[in-house]
């Protein structure tokens, strides 16, 4: 595996395997790897020649009071998990390589941006997009791998490629969860024991939401309220957002008739946590 930490190294590296007329695969990532991203990796070497991945906690989208120090960071382990992968690149920049000072241009998708995690993490989708820009503008990745857990971020990544007109195919990969149905999150490590039990109840009201809409109810007040009931079952966590949304614009949906996002954000304990279900009539 090729480790690139500067921006010229990790272009060359791509432009090398593009070169030779390879079909190169990005993972974006923000490291502490686990099998959800071991997953894009996998869809990543199935369907490219050569896979790059990134490594890059991008401080530009977490917001001030957030856990940017915290956030794991775990590089030696995720290097030896991506080698066993048989990851070809991985670029793995610093802060001061990404972002130059006095920086002035941002990638925003507006409105989309405002929605789920972008009404409650004011900011949050500007810094991903510029981020998922710069990586695509230094790799030039024919495919970029993303998983669907962040199905928000998914609807704005897609929306800018398609509005910037990105010569990037995207490809969401599914949620991969714990053997108790948790969604796997590098932010699961935050969790101590008794927390790691309440978080099954995310799990839980998307269930309920999927049991009940296939009981034949497609009112959506109806269906959050029955979400809520369970989520009650957990005084002790506290949901940020519950709404069941059209995939593509994050616009709330009122009577389900077509492809449909339930999804949910939630503190457990300090820790916010997000999982979702797609409901298909
Ligand atoms: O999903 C993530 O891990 C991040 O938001 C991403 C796409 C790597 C951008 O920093």
């Not at 969790?191 to 009112?219: D, H, I, M, W, Y």
Request: negative net charge; contains cysteine; aromatic residues 6%.
């Amino acid at each position: 595996m090729q480790i690139c930490a500067t921006i010229p190294e990790a272009r060359a590296a791509g432009r090398k395997a593009r070169a030779s007329c390879k079909r190169l695969g990005l993972v974006p990532t923000m490291g502490a790897l686990h099998e959800g991203h071991l997953s894009l990796v996998c869809a990543a070497k199935a369907q490219c020649d050569v896979v790059a991945v990134s490594i890059f906690v991008n401080p530009t989208q977490f917001g001030p009071t957030e856990d940017l120090a915290r956030y794991p960071r775990q590089f030696e382990r995720d290097c030896a998990l991506l080698e066993k992968e048989n990851v070809d690149i991985l670029f793995a920049p610093s802060v001061d390589e990404m972002y130059t000072k006095g920086e002035a241009t941002w990638v925003m998708v507006e409105g989309l941006s405002d929605r789920l995690d972008g009404r409650s993490r004011p900011g949050h989708f500007r810094g991903v997009t510029t981020v998922v820009a710069k990586l695509f503008h230094v790799i030039e990745p024919d495919i970029a791998f993303f998983g669907q857990k962040d199905a928000a971020q998914v609807a704005v990544i897609r929306r800018f490629v398609r509005d910037l007109n990105f010569p990037v195919e995207i490809v969401v990969c599914p949620i991969v969860r714990e053997l108790d149905g948790l969604a796997m999150s590098s932010r699961n490590a935050y969790l101590n024991p008794e927390e790691r039990q309440r978080a099954l109840v995310l799990q839980r009201s998307l269930r309920c939401v999927e049991e009940t809409f296939r009981a034949g109810e497609k009112n959506a007040a109806t269906l959050i309220a029955a979400a809520k009931e369970v989520i009650a079952q957990e005084p002790q966590v506290h949901v940020d957002y519950l709404e069941l949304v059209d995939p593509d614009t994050l616009e709330p949906i009122e009577l389900i008739t077509g492809k449909t996002l339930a999804a949910i954000a939630a503190y457990v304990g300090t820790t916010r946590l997000i999982d979702n279900a797609v409901l298909n009539p």
